[in-house]
Each structure stands twice: as structure tokens, then as C-alpha cells.
């Protein structure tokens, strides 16, 4: 019959054999759900294991789950909160009296794998929001009470475990016995809780992450000044009328921010020759370049921009990746020893032919022809800036290198976060659609292979840089909502794109809307949303 209910958890035992790590999902006419839904026989069923993104976000949330209750089973009146994503880790601070130690962390590490080879369920409800905000004062969980008052939805699921209650964004694996491995590690003044490798296996063993932590400790410690730390702090100031000093004081940060640097830069005017400027796509690269190349004609340089994309070798021979296609991320995709031979003559004084490449053809033509001073830094701007490999002729002396990421850290409560990743997607959904008239679809399927480039060509190579430049604003979700909704929201249920639509529209929801006009057009933001003088 095909009005038969089947339980995905009982139907994914029969197909586990045909996946290379635990089933903990599934995708279900678009929708990423629990397996302890009942869908009818003949609807068409995707299972997701930690070889999927998706997989992998259920599996991360889980353990957070386990994680969260294990701390409150220890210490109850001191909660845990989490805080950022950092590598394949998530690194989260244990609010307790005293500095965190390595017996503490031991028992936590016990008592969560208890809770696991207990194999508790993951128990889900949808109750209505006041019943929620009772439950969570009961818990003296102020900061989803807090939440709550904003939410946009009067019945929420709120999710138990062994009578513990909370609330995720998405959903959680069945129960704590789907959950395998996973490590813990100091991580002063917290912990870094880390997760099987992408592809499934053992634990990735965390590396040093220190200027990039000490980027995302600044940007928290400036929303706890700012009074702005969570979406309904955020909300309140929008509300109030308020919000408008939060945007004033985020883009005056850029701004500090960016003299320093240029002033950096000119204290080491005799030795400094080459810039690079690299981070993931929607960091606002192009922005933040024009924006430091005027501060440092302001300190008396005259710097000279080279596009890397100048340097792309013929068609013919460019590397391929796993799938036959083009693989113009890889560093192999440039001509290095033409790069790397004209920037030694140029940093001689040499006049230089460059070249300019043509898209259309996949050839090289003949470009600009450049000479440049002692006080002309060349500045170079492209993902690959921060591989020493790019510019190996030239002396790391000679070099000052600059990582830019969206790095702001927006959480719903405790223990659910804004990923700087989203907001980078969000970011390019809506650049895409204002500059290249793509469509929110189409951004969100190509995503997969974007993050992939990024995770092999810069994330390697962030702890390089020189200085780590945060391109986040604090107030931007609430501004991108209003233009960001109705791309989403084309996405039907059909697409591919729907369950991450539809995940990013409830993310937006939480948020106030803001006016654009209110954004500064030498903004960062302006990027991505139009308008920008720069």
C-alpha cells in the first residue's frame, strides 16, 4: 500500500552496508530529517553519512548534545558554552570558577563516553514556544529564554536528552550510540572538541590555530562590549533604535583596523615589497585591498596591483580535478615561472610586460606594461596568496601577508552558533545574484566544491599570514535578510538547493530586518549587496 508508514531508522539498517560510515540522516523530498521519522513507502529517500556535509552537521550537533549534558551531569551551575568552529574542532569555554584543567577535562571526556555506550535516544517535540520558555527557566537556562522572546514561530522542537532539554537549529542523530569517536584537548581559556575526519575514520588531532583564535576572542570580547554577543541582543537594539551605534562602531573598527595595518606596512617601507592579500571567497577581498591601498597612499606609498588571474596558463594545459573538469583553484593552474620572473624583474626596477588573460579564449594576451619604485609595493590579491610556493623567488623578508575571513561569531544562545560560514554563503548568494545574475540555486550547488577548494588551497596556509584582518560586521545578518529572503525563497522543494534554503531562511528569520540604506558605501558589505563607491 502506498499509504504504508516506514521507519527511516529501521529502513536505513537495511542500505547501512552501502555506505562507507554510519547512516545518521536523511534527505526526504528536499528536507534533512531525524531517523526517527515514519515517511510513507513510496517516498523517495536520501540517507546521510558523516561523508556528507549534512551528515557531518548532525553528527557535530549530537555530540555537542553529549557534550553539553555531560558538563551540566558534572557541574551543574557551570554551563558550556559553545563558541566557534576552529579547523575540524569546535572550540567551546566551560563557564567554571577556576581555569580549566586537564582532570576536569578527563571527566568530561568519561562521562560523555558513558552517556554514549549508554545508547540514550535523542528525544524530539514540538511544544509551543511558552511551554519552552517554562522548561528552559526550569533548567535556569536565561539565554534561550532570552532567545525566545524573538522567535518568529509559536511552537518550536526542542529536543531531551536523558530529561535535559535544548534546542538545535537542525536535527540529531537517533541516539548518543550512533556517536563513535571524537577527542578532547585544552584549549586556553576553554576546550576544543574535535570530530572523525571529514570523510569519517579517526578524530582529526586539532593543529595550532593562534592567530586565527586570537581573532575570533577579539571579535567576542568586542560583542560583549558592544552588548551584542547573541541574535537577541542584536534584535533588542534594532528595536530600540540602537542599532544604528552598533553599525557606526563595527565599521570604525574596519577602519582602525585597516590604518594600522597600512601604517605596519609603511614603518617597513625599505624592506616590505610584495603584499598579499588571501581568504575565502565572500571575505571581501577586493574591498578591503582598495580600502588599504588608499591608507597607505595616505602614509606617502604608491602601491601597484597585479591580478593572479593574469597568470592563468593556456586552456590546454591546465590541471584537471577527480571529475575531468578544469581545476583553475589549484596553485598548478598558474604559470608560476612566468609569475615569479616577473615579479623579480619588477622588484628590481625593470620595466615588465604583463600579461592579461582572456576568458573567453583560455589564452594568454598581451597586457599592461609596468615599472614600479621603492615606494610602489606590489599588492597581490587571490587565494593563493598565503602558499609560499606562489612567490617562491622572492625573499619571505620581502613579504607582508594578510588573511581576511568573515570571523564574527553570532550565536542563538549558548549552544547554538552562527557559522562564519554561513555567512559567507549568504554573503555570495546575494552577491552572485546582484553582479553575476546567478541564482540562489545554483550558489548554493556549487557550494560543496567551493568550500572544497578553500579547505585544500587556504585554510592550510591561514596561521602564514602576518596579520589576520576580520572582514565581519556585526549588524550585517540583519541587513542581508531583506535581500537575501526572496532569492531564497525561489528554491522549491524539488531542488537540491531546498534543504539548505530552507535552513538559511529559518537562520534569517531570527533576525530583525535592518534598512541598507544605513550602510556606509565604502562598507566591506557593500561588496556584496551594491552601492559601493569603491
Not at 69 to 86: E, N, Q
Not at 145 to 158: A, E, N
Not at 298 to 327: C, H, M, Q, W
Amino acid at each position: 500500500m502506498q499509504d504504508e508508514s516506514v521507519s527511516l531508522l529501521e529502513l536505513s539498517k537495511k542500505y547501512q552496508d552501502r555506505y562507507a560510515q554510519p547512516i545518521v540522516g536523511a534527505r526526504v523530498a528536499g528536507e534533512i530529517c531525524s531517523l526517527n521519522r515514519h515517511i510513507k513507502s513510496d517516498e523517495q529517500v536520501e540517507f546521510l553519512d558523516l561523508t556528507s556535509a549534512e551528515g557531518f552537521q548532525i553528527y557535530q550537533r549530537s555530540l555537542c548534545f553529549v557534550m553539553i549534558k555531560a558538563a551540566r551531569d558534572l557541574f551543574p551551575a557551570a554551563p558550556m558554552i559553545i563558541k566557534y568552529s576552529l579547523g575540524e574542532g569546535i572550540y567551546c569555554e566551560w563557564d567554571l570558577e577556576q581555569e580549566l584543567t586537564q582532570t576536569e577535562l578527563s571527566q568530561l571526556e568519561t562521562r560523555m563516553r558513558m552517556i554514549i555506550e549508554a545508547d540514550i535516544p535523542f528525544i524530539d517535540q514540538v511544544i509551543d514556544k511558552e511551554d519552552a520558555i517554562e522548561i528552559f527557566k526550569a533548567q535556569n537556562a536565561q539565554d534561550k529564554v532570552f532567545r525566545l522572546r524573538y522567535d518568529p514561530v509559536q511552537r518550536i522542537k526542542v529536543y531531551s536528552l536523558a530529561g535535559y532539554y535544548d534546542y538545535f537549529y537542525g536535527c540529531l542523530a537517533p541516539s548518543t550510540g550512533f556517536l563513535g569517536d571524537f577527542g578532547l584537548v585544552l584549549y586556553p581559556p576553554g576546550l576544543l572538541l574535535y570530530m572523525p575526519a571529514v570523510h569519517g575514520g579517526r578524530p582529526e588531532q586539532p593543529i595550532s590555530y593562534n592567530k586565527i583564535s586570537a581573532v575570533l576572542q577579539e571579535a567576542d570580547n568586542w560583542g560583549k562590549y558592544l552588548g551584542s554577543l547573541y541574535i537577541a541582543d542584536l534584535n533588542s537594539h534594532v528595536q530600540d533604535g540602537s542599532m544604528h551605534e552598533i553599525l557606526w562602531l563595527a565599521e570604525a573598527l574596519h577602519e582602525k583596523r585597516i590604518v594600522q595595518m597600512a601604517e605596519l606596512i609603511s614603518s617597513q617601507r625599505d624592506k616590505l615589497r610584495l603584499i598579499l592579500i588571501a581568504g575565502p571567497t565572500s571575505s571581501g577581498k577586493t574591498t578591503f585591498a582598495k580600502r588599504l591601498m588608499i591608507h597607505l597612499r595616505v602614509n606617502g606609498l604608491k602601491p601597484v596591483a597585479i591580478s593572479l588571474d593574469d597568470y592563468f596558463l593556456p586552456r590546454e594545459l591546465t590541471p584537471k580535478n577527480g571529475e575531468d573538469d578544469y581545476d583553475f583553484e589549484s596553485i598548478n593552474a598558474l604559470d608560476l615561472v612566468l609569475f615569479n620572473a616577473n615579479l623579480q624583474s619588477l622588484l628590481a626596477g625593470e620595466k615588465v610586460q604583463l600579461p592579461r588573460y582572456n576568458f573567453q579564449t583560455g589564452k594568454r594576451e598581451t597586457g599592461n606594461q609596468v615599472q614600479v619604485g621603492l615606494d610602489q609595493p606590489v599588492i597581490i590579491e587571490g587565494i593563493h596568496g598565503l602558499n609560499e610556493h606562489l612567490t617562491a623567488s622572492i625573499e619571505r623578508t620581502k613579504k607582508f601577508k594578510i588573511y581576511i575571513s568573515a570571523l564574527a561569531r553570532i550565536g542563538l544562545d549558548y549552544h547554538s552558533t552562527v557559522s562564519t560560514t554561513d555567512t559567507r554563503m549568504l554573503r555570495r548568494i546575494v552577491r552572485d545574484n546582484q553582479f553575476r545574475n546567478y541564482r540562489a540555486e545554483q550558489t548554493i550547488q556549487i557550494w560543496p566544491s567551493v568550500r572544497l577548494g578553500e579547505q585544500l588551497n587556504i585554510f592550510p596556509f591561514q596561521e602564514e599570514a602576518d596579520i589576520v584582518f576580520n572582514s565581519a560586521l556585526l549588524y550585517e545578518w540583519s541587513v542581508l535578510r531583506s535581500v537575501a529572503e526572496p532569492l531564497l525563497k525561489e528554491i522549491g522543494s524539488d531542488s537540491k538547493a531546498y534543504a539548505e534554503a530552507q535552513r538559511l531562511l529559518n537562520l534569517l528569520s531570527y533576525f530583525q530586518p535592518m534598512d541598507m540604506e544605513l550602510v556606509p558605501r565604502n562598507s566591506i558589505l557593500r561588496e556584496f549587496v551594491g552601492g559601493s563607491f569603491l
